[in-house]
């Protein structure tokens, strides 16, 4: 299965694979199992096709109920703007475990950068490369680019990034056209 990355953000299509969150039927789960999420980290070049490959033999369900924590926390604070007590401690324990695993690598090229060398066989990888992609978002102005979907029922969220900062929908040949179809039935049964 290909996961739709719309949101121009790893974090935020990490925050949609709760899909049909705000729908009155109830919200359909993405991340089944530690295959979904290794596909979708790998999908969204968090991992390498190799990485995945190798961690798909360490399956775990307490890195998924530590994906799934994250990935709430994340959404109360997109979607609420000011995070919760709750979710601002679990945004913090988990940017701070991620952090934690990182070492200072020397490459052939003239400089440092973090790695992530010395974990490459741990369940939690995926869950760390998606807690440091949350932190680096939070951290930057393109927060304020953050926006939800104007679909009632998708709310998925997206960095705006268009001239005026004016995009109304996940995706325009997803939310956009459906919106726009039912205002047009709704304006010629009027």
């Known amino acids: 299965m290909a996961f739709q990355l719309i949101a121009g953000h790893p974090a935020l299509d990490f925050v949609n694979t ?3 969150r705000f729908r009155q039927e109830g919200a359909e789960e993405l991340l089944n199992t530690y295959g979904d999420l290794l596909r979708f980290t790998e999908q969204s070049k968090l991992l390498t096709s190799k990485q995945a490959r190798e961690l798909g033999r360490l399956a775990s369900d307490a890195t998924m109920v530590r994906c799934r924590e994250l990935r709430e926390a994340l ?3 997109f979607y609420a703007r000011v995070p919760s007590v709750r979710s601002r401690a679990t ?7 991620a952090v934690l695993e990182q070492k200072l690598a020397w ?3 003239p400089h440092l950068e973090w790695s992530w060398s010395s974990v490459q066989k741990h369940p939690d990888l995926p869950l760390w490369t998606l807690g440091m992609s949350a932190l680096e978002l939070m951290t930057s102005k393109a927060v304020e680019q953050v926006h939800a979907c ?3 029922e998708c709310r998925w969220l997206f960095l705006d990034t268009s001239k005026n900062h004016t995009r109304r929908w996940c995706d325009m040949k997803l939310c956009g ?3 726009k179809a039912r205002r047009f039935k709704a304006q010629r049964k009027a």
């Open 150 to 152: 104007d679909n009632p």
């Open 177 to 179: 056209n459906r919106m």
């Open 91 to 97: 945004l913090e324990r988990h940017f701070k475990a």
């Open 18 to 20: 709760l899909d049909w």
């Open 75 to 77: 959404a109360d604070t």
């Open 107 to 109: 490459k052939q090229s």
